[in-house]
């Protein structure tokens, strides 16, 4: 063993040997003295950095200058130049370039005496950020702990969280160039105008109590002046009362676009996890950089979406579809005279796009309960939008008809291959002795309104033309689930209709029940809950091959609701 050990030893100090000998070799061999090379090179007029190149003994420098700032171009001053280890010039920092041809030479004598002729090249400065500019794109870069397997990120424009950044996308940056400071950084000064829409964005949702300026607004607004850092390719702007913002530059050529990119603060470590919503945590501490993408020609906006509308008697909030260009609302339909003529109260759509509607406009809801808007957007693209609305609440004075009955399930949703289900209890492997229920009636009539517009009153489930209400009772396979079933009761009683938790109670005989109320433009469904008897459910008895024993189990333990749906009588 100490044998193998010796030989691995000696092995390693033979090759630590080795690597010692090459990293020495440069210096053991005199190589740094033949070296003959210009490292820096600063002019009297020289805006930002000399590109200095080498292929051997073909060695250039080019420097850009604003010629008429050079005050003798036959003797422009050398500001500074370094050279390598113990190289030698006669161009030294102080002494002077003849420029009058457009070039001039350096020689440089290493220090071993090998000398290397360097042309210098004068060139015009073209500023690739002068000029004016208009505000193409701003976003921002979101890292949700991708540090951990689950994490993700994502690029967003602030414009999809925050739509009153829009108004940004018409404004122009306008920069002029004013001449350079003594390290060659070109300075100037900046207007940052409102556009033709006379505004400037806000990054901000005042509805929900946002406000993201501080954060996001790093071009700031008005006049002020800018410098640009060639060393670390940055721009330096300055506002007229002061704020400096130091922003990363990139320049775009394929694009000839200009990209400034901004740090902001990464707070992760601030994420709540109990606010549902999660756009404000991207928004306030998930995200860094953000960034706007500046363009000479403007670019017609894209967008031809609804962000937001509202119509007369409505309730609660809508949901959007963007994908299906497709708007959900709902409305107190008891309260409007005429389907055919919605007024629409407040309309929102995309930044610089059209529609064939307004805010004043009507809408025609009359065929079945949709209307068609037209949004197009500044680049000519039209989108058509489907508004579709559904009652918030409908009275149930008058004579209703069942339409259907079910049950709601829950299997196992709680997991991740869990879900909801419904099952239609009229079936011949369900409920068949419910059949009988299907000619019953629901009469409600309104006796009063309470304080709060509540309507009251008495209520007669009718039996039907058989006489006869429905069992809730397959025979043939031997189930009788009329206790757990027979929610909504038979007979007569009283009723109130709750239209702030959208419920129905209903008494008989001095014992109330309590169930949910659903609306649709079809009608109405009425749904009880049953009580939990899941701990009943047996996967020994669960056949996926076998309907009838599947059916057993969802109406004898996975079932939470019996619904029925009604429909009013013509």
């Not at 069992?471 to 079933?485: I, P, S, V």
């Not at 005989?509 to 609306?519: A, I, P």
Request: charge should be negative; include cysteine; proline fraction near 2%.
């Amino acid at each position: 063993m100490n044998k193998i050990l010796s030989i691995l030893a000696l092995a390693l100090l033979v090759v630590l040997g080795a690597c010692k000998q090459d990293l020495l070799k440069d210096i053991n061999d005199g190589g740094w003295s033949k070296e003959c090379n210009i490292e820096v090179l600063q002019l009297e007029g020289q805006l930002g950095t000399a590109v200095i190149t080498r292929d051997f003994d073909d060695a250039k420098i080019k420097v850009y200058t604003i010629k008429e700032d050079i005050e003798d171009i036959s003797n422009v001053e050398i500001k500074n130049i370094q050279l390598a280890y113990k190289a030698t010039s006669s161009a030294t920092i102080g002494s002077g370039l003849d420029f009058t041809t457009g070039s001039t030479t350096i020689t440089v004598v290493s220090d071993e005496g090998k000398d290397l002729e360097w042309i210098v090249e004068m060139h015009d400065f073209s500023s690739d950020i002068e000029g004016t500019w208009y505000i193409g794109e701003i976003g921002m870069y979101c890292d949700l702990f991708t540090w951990e397997d689950w994490g993700w990120d994502k690029t967003v424009p602030i414009a999809d969280y925050l739509p009153a950044v829009s108004p940004e996308f018409d404004n122009t940056i306008t920069f002029v160039l004013m001449g350079s400071d003594e390290d060659g950084n070109t300075l100037g000064t900046y207007i940052h105008d409102a556009g033709p829409n006379g505004e400037f964005g806000d990054f901000a949702d005042a509805s929900k109590g946002w406000d993201f300026n501080e954060r996001f607004r790093k071009i700031p607004a008005g006049e002020g002046t800018w410098l640009r850092d060639f060393t670390r390719n940055q721009i330096i702007i300055t506002s007229e009362d002061g704020a400096e913002y130091t922003i990363d530059l990139e320049i775009l050529e394929e694009t000839e676009e200009l990209k400034f990119n901004a740090a902001i603060p990464y707070t992760p470590e601030y994420f709540d996890w109990d606010n549902t919503d999660y756009t404000y945590e991207e928004l306030a501490h998930m995200s860094n950089p953000m960034w706007y993408v500046l363009t000479k020609n403007y670019e017609p906006q894209t967008g031809n979406s609804i962000s937001y509308i509202l119509l007369e008697e409505q309730e609660g909030d809508q949901y959007i579809n963007e994908e299906e260009k497709y708007v959900s609302l709902t409305v107190d339909m008891n309260e409007i005279s005429d389907l055919s003529s919605v007024e629409v109260l407040d309309y929102r759509i995309s930044y610089a796009a059209t529609s064939n509607i307004e805010i004043g406009s009507k809408l025609d809801f009359s065929n079945d309960f949709k209307a068609k808007v037209n949004v197009t957007s500044e680049s000519g693209e039209t989108a058509e939008w489907t508004i579709e609305i559904t009652p918030s609440y409908i009275s149930l004075e008058g004579t209703w008809n069942i339409s259907g009955i079910e049950t709601s399930y829950d299997f196992f949703s709680w997991d991740d291959w869990g879900y909801w289900g419904s099952l239609n209890l009229l079936g011949e492997n369900a409920l068949p002795g419910l059949q009988a229920e299907m000619d019953n009636q629901f009469v409600f009539a309104v006796t009063n309104k309470n304080n709060n517009g509540f309507a009251e009153g008495t209520f007669e489930h009718q039996a039907g033309n058989d006489g006869a209400f429905g069992e809730f009772t397959n025979t043939a396979q031997g189930w009788d689930f009329n206790e757990r079933m027979r929610q909504f009761p038979t007979g007569s009683g009283t009723w109130k209709q709750d239209r702030e938790t959208n419920q129905l109670i209903l008494t008989v005989g001095g014992e109330s029940v309590t169930m949910d109320l659903d609306y649709s433009n079809s009608g109405v469904t009425i749904k009880a809950a049953l009580e939990d008897e899941f701990d009943g459910f047996s996967w020994d008895e669960w056949n996926s091959e076998d309907e009838i024993r599947q059916n057993y189990q969802i109406i004898a333990h996975l079932s939470k609701y019996i619904n029925y749906s009604i429909v009013k009588a013509n």
